[in-house]
């Protein structure tokens, strides 16, 4: 059982970090804030909104904050001042703690995530080339964008397809596990790190020698796991990860600069045999607000992408990508074309598209194009 939301004016004292998860999930947040000298906050549809509840003092803080940490993970906090945990708050949502200090007091992040892995389809996710995407046998894919962009969401997502059609063996390695995959079809195995492994570095060491079919791997942090993920997908492995960034083109860049420049060339051709495809997403606020919905890019490994990255002209990929958006044969598409779309089906208004552009001159020109075109039709 866990704790009922709290009522509005409840003292921070009386305060539990159960109640206010509860009460953030019964308001539509995505994350619950925790800082002394306020009352706690939460975010929903993208925006900072202040609880109805006392002002929190270090103390309140510390004993919310501490409500899910065992005694081991208070000492590792202790040392390194930063610590990441997950928990189930009853029947009411999954979360992933995040405890910091700040100005030399604790503080606290929880994002919460929903209990039962959404589908592609419950998720608004259409695109042939993502579901193509979790067909592939073997191959690296990544899923990018900025924090709450909703990357574990999609990620999710794709690994519960795989595992509800196909008889494999998936390995996650996470900091924290966020979304729990029951086994299916397939049987998945989740190892967190600081419980289940020391660190990525060592849970990539061993992944191989699991048998993995598919492996996914939270976040591609430095050169050593990016070459692990990169040989599995090799040797016949479908490796899922994560990369904070933008687009296909600013992931290619990141990825090119953990490497150094004579090492570049064979980084490329890794790439044109490897790489499967890049989806870099953003969540944008409904025009009626009534939720988000998820704008993608989409790149697929083509044989015309494939090429260009062989031969390492990775500027030349946002062009193959556009073409292709218009064409619409491969199900790729630009950030722009993405925005454009949910903009002219009246999903997010053009401010919102405007703001989230990769290109703001391009998005502008085809929006003002589509307003040409309806006032002809009009007309």
Not at 22 to 46: H, I, Q, R, V, W
Not at 278 to 305: C, F, W, Y
Request: proline share 4%.
């Amino acid at each position: 059982m866990s704790a009922p939301p709290p009522a509005p004016g409840t003292p921070a004292a009386e305060l539990t970090l159960d109640g206010l998860l509860a009460f953030a999930a019964e308001n539509k947040g995505s994350d619950l804030f925790l800082k002394s000298g306020g009352p706690p906050t939460y975010k929903s549809l993208g925006k900072i909104v202040q609880a109805p509840f006392g002002v929190m003092t270090e103390a309140d803080v510390e004993r919310l904050a501490y409500t899910h940490v065992s005694a081991d993970q208070r000492s590792q906090f202790t040392q390194q001042l930063e610590l990441n945990l997950s928990f189930t708050v009853g029947e009411i949502t999954r979360v992933r703690q995040n405890v910091y200090f700040q100005r030399g007091t604790v503080a606290s992040t929880c994002r919460l995530i929903p209990l039962r892995v959404k589908s592609l389809d419950e998720l608004g996710i259409e695109s042939r080339a993502i579901r193509n995407l979790t067909d592939v046998h073997n191959g690296l894919v990544l899923v990018t964008g900025p924090t709450g962009s909703g990357k574990s969401t999609t990620l999710a997502a794709m690994i519960d397809h795989i595992n509800s059609t196909r008889s494999v063996n998936i390995i996650t390695i996470e900091d924290p596990v966020e979304y729990v995959h029951p086994d299916k079809m397939g049987i998945v195995s989740q190892r967190e790190v600081g419980i289940d492994t020391t660190s990525f570095e060592e849970a990539l060491k061993q992944v191989l020698r699991q048998t993995p079919d598919v492996i996914l791997i939270g976040e591609l942090r430095d050169l050593n796991t990016m070459n692990v993920a990169l040989t599995a997908a090799e040797t016949g492995h479908l490796v899922f990860a994560t990369l904070h960034t933008s687009s296909a083109a600013e992931t290619l860049d990141r990825i090119s600069n953990m490497y150094q420049p004579h090492e570049r060339t064979m980084l490329y051709q890794r790439l044109g045999i490897g790489l499967r495809g890049v989806v870099s997403q953003k969540l944008l606020k409904r025009a009626d607000e009534s939720g988000r919905i998820v704008a993608m890019e989409i790149m697929v490994a083509t044989p015309t992408i494939s090429k260009q990255l062989d031969d390492g002209r990775s500027d030349d990929i946002y062009a193959a990508i556009r073409q292709d958006g218009q064409e619409d044969y491969w199900g790729m598409c630009t950030m722009n074309q993405s925005l454009h779309k949910l903009a002219s089906e009246g999903i997010i208004t053009d401010e919102d598209a405007m703001l989230n552009a990769g290109n703001i001159a391009e998005l502008k020109q085809m929006l003002r194009h589509t307003a040409n075109s309806n006032m002809a039709e009009a007309a």
